[in-house]
């Protein structure tokens, strides 16, 4: 937690984010887990490789913030945990296993978008990012037998702790896919798109 806590330091610096495009330490997109699924950022985000975990046993897990936060000291409006799981033999998530998973928590709102479950949660984002705002989002997936999980975590008062975190976290889910190989985990090349 200590470790995310000061990635989220980092990418939350001071000052506005950028459009811009991914780097060779920043992608825009990256293949992890085994090989078997891509993460594709949304525009103006990159995945940061320094905190992109990928074990067979405990499953992957990626950092995504803006672009220009990751390269400079600019802050991110929004940053983003992925974490995809081992195989849950189901082909969805519901609502309200999300819902029993976040274990209480004041819920200011709760949705199915397509087989994405999302919940807004009004309180626990200060828990993770200090000085950040407390509503944070959580969304999940299945995405070929895996869970997949995101988190959204936005600066004080932020839009995307509000209601436009909420696109933003279904652009990113909407950009996590299965891979069509089961090569070695490898970058995929980003671009600005």
């Given at each position: ?8 330091l ?10 811009t495009?991914?780097?060779a ?8 887990a ?70 209480g ?24 990012v ?32 509000g209601?436009a ?26 671009s600005?798109?």
């Open positions: 937690m200590r470790y995310l806590l000061g990635i989220c980092i990418a939350f610096g001071l000052s506005a984010c950028v459009e495009g991914g780097t330490l920043t992608p825009r997109a990256v293949v992890i085994d090989g078997t699924m891509q993460i594709k950022a949304p525009p103006s985000y990159c995945v940061d490789l320094a905190h992109t975990k990928d074990s067979r046993e405990l499953g992957a897990f990626a950092l995504v913030a803006s672009c220009q936060a990751l390269s400079s000291s600019e802050a991110s409006p929004a940053i983003m945990t992925v974490s995809i799981g081992a195989q849950v033999g189901a082909d969805a998530i519901t609502l309200d296993a999300l819902v029993k998973a976040l274990d928590g004041k819920i200011l709102s709760k949705e199915m978008r397509g087989d994405v479950a999302i919940v807004h949660l009004g309180e626990g984002g200060r828990r993770v200090p000085g950040g705002d407390p509503r944070y989002w959580r969304a999940a997936k299945v995405v070929n037998g895996r869970l997949v999980s995101i988190a959204l975590y936005a600066r004080q008062g932020a839009p995307a702790a209601d975190g909420r696109s933003i976290l279904l652009r990113l889910m909407g950009g996590i896919s299965a891979t069509k190989t089961s090569a070695a985990a490898a970058v995929v090349a980003g600005a798109s």
